[in-house]
């Protein structure tokens, strides 16, 4: 059987560094290839809205910026089982409640992620109009490729592109431009 995943990029883009996981599954997608079974997919602050993009899949991987102890630009990398103990904390935002209360309401209903893993980074500003820090920026990369290892890890068909896809970058200027 196929698997079903979902690769989910949260955060505003408009607060600085909050916008990391539009980054990260951007530059995600424009490295690399999957199959049909996997969506990926920047949903912003979705709170409840969350719910339909986690329905039933075998594995949410979720892109997000995360409070830790760790120096800004720091990748960290938690389980379903850290969010729920609170070891691992989004960033808390409009989106940060959506994701615990959308993977709960699944469960009750039976429909929730077999595996849920967050690619978090630490924000180094979440101000508005900011922009994305230089230490995050550099590390949207490697989180792209920390979540193509974690699919192929997982059998998931996934691989680099022979040419890379141009990013949509809107919110980033500076970086739209160049590429």
């Not at 490729?145 to 990013?167: F, G, M, N, Q, S």
Request: include cysteine; aromatic fraction near 4%; charge should be negative.
């Amino acid at each position: 059987m196929i698997p079903r995943v979902s690769v989910i990029g949260l955060g505003n883009v408009l607060l600085g560094d909050d916008g990391f996981g539009a980054l990260a599954v951007e530059m995600f997608r424009c490295a690399y290839q999957c199959g049909s079974n996997v969506e990926v997919a920047d949903l912003g602050t979705p709170g409840l809205d969350l719910a339909p993009y986690l329905y039933d899949t075998d594995l949410a991987l979720i892109a997000d910026a995360v409070h830790s102890e760790e120096q800004p630009g720091s990748l960290c990398i938690y389980s379903e089982t850290d969010l729920l103990s609170r070891r691992a904390q989004l960033r808390l935002t409009a989106h940060a409640p959506g994701v615990q209360e959308s993977l709960a309401q699944l469960r009750l209903a039976g429909h929730a992620p077999h595996e849920v893993i967050v690619i978090g980074v630490v924000p180094e500003s979440c101000r508005l109009g900011e922009g994305i820090s230089r230490a995050v920026l550099n590390s949207a990369p490697i989180a792209a490729d920390h979540i193509a290892r974690l699919l192929v890890e997982r059998a998931v068909d996934c691989r680099r592109r022979p040419t890379p896809a141009e990013p949509t970058l809107w919110w980033l200027p500076h970086l739209a431009a160049s590429s």
